[in-house]
């Protein structure tokens, strides 16, 4: 009885994933390995998600911006600032946008959110997944699957709240809807592709990159289909284009409206040398630099950890990645004819009816598709490297400095991760001896078996070094606490970087701050990472200097967070 009831509910699976499996061309032990991976990556992005995260102001900032949204009813125009220069700009309101239904679902609460940009993380994994397997089978997908679900970066990204984090899952949509076009010869993957641009560039300026690897597949596309197809391509190349506008309409009635002041921005910042990549640095090594920090970052995450110590290592997986790209496309390339002869006979349209089933087996022979997919992905990474190698300081600057600057570049992470599946895949096919077959899969399993371990060494702690959200909390309740119901006011002694990391749990709190003239009580923020002098010498020098410092005498200091420190001042009556 039991054994009939085994085998009924395996023929019932099957059924219900045979649609499932036969669309993605997988078995159902692969998906079901697929599934593992994305359980291990959410496990690794979900545990102690309250604490995770870190929290200073520029998450202040964004919550306070969300908190304004659902207060106001009005969605945001911009995002964050991008970069303070002579004039400044900001990134996009997408970002906002997006995360609104979980700060509204939250009560404000920020642990929502990051949830949220835990779970929309957790979209890079099948989607390397996919890429890959469709280029070189089931090892090059579960190979780039499990570098993305274990990857400390990307982990590191998804558990605290800042807008590059969305530019990694917004890459991958698009990346995976410009070959999925590309691959199955269905160009309404095209519209797919404009929206994950869309939320990738949105979410970080610099990920504007992007539109060079996606209008390369674009004309990719244009340039392998009969004539007939190719004006289908068109319109849905243009519906991706307006789709990908449409977003920015706010954006373009403020500038309208205020003399276009975040184009002259941007205009203002590409012109200072001391943002893009203009100085004396030679042209060489701006691009060594920039290699090893794109193909390095999402495999070991340096330079954040591990500043010193970890440049050969960063330097190992780069030149492995290189070495073996190059590797891939002269392999593939020997199967030219083979490929030759598929493609040849794609073109005559055999593969372009309307009724076309969405397959590689549809539209290309794996030969083709495996030699086609390698091309395409060295010739994405290759532009994503020049194009932000030239043209920003911060991803090639020789002197790797403490503050982050990876943001910049994380537009090419889904990438470097189908890049290693293929490496692996093709290491991991047989010879035609097979000593030879045995030794070369036990090379790639130690490969990847370093990386997976030194990334494990360096995930991020399960408790932020800050203490997140909830030591924010604690500390402005007990600023409250010390107020004791009369007005505040926050002041931070190092203002570029601002007080918002306390100001949000206070204004969450409902509580209402004041000028540091019209306050009773005056909190000062020392930050000492930030400040150059002592916290005793800065709130000295700012109780001089201002003329709201006069007749404040010290009641309370706590460190907040281990750079952070709060003083609470009463005012004499």
Known sequence: MNAAVKGG????????????????????????????????????????LPVRGGWDSDQGTEMLALRSALTTGRLPTFGPEAISVTSSFHHGALYYDLLLPAAWLGNGDPTWVVAEIALL??????????????????????????????????IGYATFIWNPTLVEPGAAVAFLGAWQAIRTRRPAWWVVSAAGAAVAVQAHIAAAVIVLPLAVAFVVDLRRGPSERRARIATRGLAGIVLFAATYLPVIVHEIGHDFSETRGMLAYFSDPNSTSTGSVELWARVLFATIRILAWPLSRWPMVDRSAGVMVALALASAIIMGLVWRLSVTARRAPEASAASAADSAGAADSAGAADSAGAADSTPAIERLGVRLVGTWLLLLI?????????VSEVQVEELPTEQYHVVA????????????AGLWQPLTRRPLTVLRRAA???????????????????????????????????LERDAGGSAMA?????????????????????????????ATTVVLLCDTYWLKTSCDVAEASWLAADPAGKGLTRVDRFTAAPTRILSVYRRSP
Do not use: C
């Open 9 to 48: 509910t395996r023929v019932t699976m099957g059924r219900i994933l045979a649609p499932l499996t036969g669309r993605l061309e997988a078995s159902g032990r692969e998906l079901a390995g697929l599934g593992a991976i994305v359980v291990l990556g959410a496990v690794l992005r979900l545990v102690n």
């Open 386 to 394: 020049l194009a932000l190698g030239f043209g920003l300081h911060a």
């Open 413 to 424: 992470d889904t990438l470097v991760f189908v890049a290693a599946g293929l490496i692996f």
């Open 444 to 478: 790639a399993i130690l490969a990847i078996g370093g990386v997976l371990a030194w990334n494990v060494g360096h995930w991020p702690p399960l408790t932020a070094p800050d203490g997140g959200w909830p030591a924010a909390q604690a500390a402005a309740t007990r």
């Open 121 to 154: 993380s957790l979209i890079v994994i099948p989607i390397a997944w996919w890429i890959a397997r469709s280029i070189g089978g089931p090892a090059a997908g579960l190979t780039a699957a499990l570098l993305a679900a274990a990857s400390a970066s990307l």
């Open 490 to 518: 926050l002041v931070p002694l190092f203002e570029e970087k601002g007080s918002d990391a306390y100001l949000y749990p206070l204004t969450r709190d409902g509580f209402t701050l004041v000028v540091p003239e019209r």
